[in-house]
């Protein structure tokens, strides 16, 4: 496990992603899932206690669909939030978004700690009906976004 600050934590799955777009991957959402649970093995952040059932450093699957101005789409977002231990500042959110075509389908989202273990978190999202759905679906675009909520 490669331990890295806050302030890297963005640029390390920058690079990642980066590594993979150009190995000639195609990311959809198995990908998106498989990368996610990688780094949050891989990579630590200092001054953030790391377990899984550790709720300072967990992840966050949802996903939905959404009408911005123009802009009709399907996203499916695995999410990473941090929260500094001893602080009381807002957590630290590092998003990562697959936008599909728009489709029909209930929003929904589920946290990994409220889940027996990582691998049971993953058989959860691979029940839910939008994983179902987008896995049909090829990818219009992906985000990746850091920011503290």
């Known amino acids: 496990m490669q331990t ?3 302030k890297k934590i963005e640029k390390e799955y920058q690079d990642r ?12 959402t198995d990908k998106l899932i498989e990368l996610s649970l990688s780094l949050f093995h891989e990579l630590k952040v200092k001054g953030i206690p790391f377990e899984e059932d550790n709720e300072s450093d967990m992840l966050l699957f949802q996903y939905g669909k959404y009408d911005w101005e123009n802009e009709h789409f399907f996203t499916f977002d695995i999410t990473r939030q941090f929260i500094k231990a001893g602080e009381d500042e807002e957590p630290y959110q590092l998003s990562m978004t697959l936008y599909f075509e728009p489709i029909e389908c209930k929003s929904y989202n589920c946290w990994s700690v409220d889940f027996k273990d990582l691998e049971k978190w993953v058989e959860n999202i691979q029940q839910t009906e939008g994983y179902k759905l987008a896995k049909k679906l090829t990818c219009r675009k992906f985000e990746m976004g850091f920011d503290q909520c």
């Open 4 to 6: 890295v600050s806050l």
């Open 17 to 28: 992603l980066k590594s993979q777009i150009d190995s000639g991957e195609i990311l959809n």
